[in-house]
């Protein structure tokens, strides 16, 4: 038997075939606030009774991956001065597990607008 720890906190993988290709998707870098970060994989080799009769480790860098932000009506739009324009719905790709805000700034010299609690999908925006 095989056991694998990924290093991430999650749970162990144990396999007992004879295939021993492993792999593993991180859905983030820990913590978020960071481009990368260092994983340690641990893999230990069992015997019938559970101990370990070899570990071998690898050292893995994680990197943070931007999150893909996309205008649902892009293009150039027009209005008149004191008519409103609204930004509509925008579309978030967000390949981890970041929390994710906007800061809108308009162009005209007013304060930036934030928006926090975006996700993966469709996202409505203030006006």
């Not at 749970?11 to 870098?29: G, I």
């Not at 209005?79 to 970041?98: N, S, W």
Request: glycine share 8%; no cysteine.
């Amino acid at each position: 038997e095989v056991e694998v720890d990924w290093g991430d906190k999650t749970s162990t993988q144990d396999v007992t075939s004879t295939n021993l290709t492993f792999s593993y998707y991180f859905m983030d870098d820990d913590p978020s606030s960071t481009a990368s970060d260092d994983y340690t994989i641990t893999a230990k080799l069992l015997d019938s009774g559970g101990s370990a009769i070899i570990t071998k480790s690898v050292t893995l860098q994680v990197n943070n991956v931007a999150p893909i932000f996309t205008f649902k009506d892009a293009g150039t739009h027009e209005v008149y001065v004191g008519q409103r324009f609204d930004l509509g719905k925008v579309h978030i790709e967000e390949p981890g597990q970041d929390d994710l805000t906007a800061e809108i700034n308009w162009g005209d010299g007013s304060s930036l607008v934030t928006v926090s609690g975006l996700s993966s999908g469709t996202n409505t925006l203030p006006p």
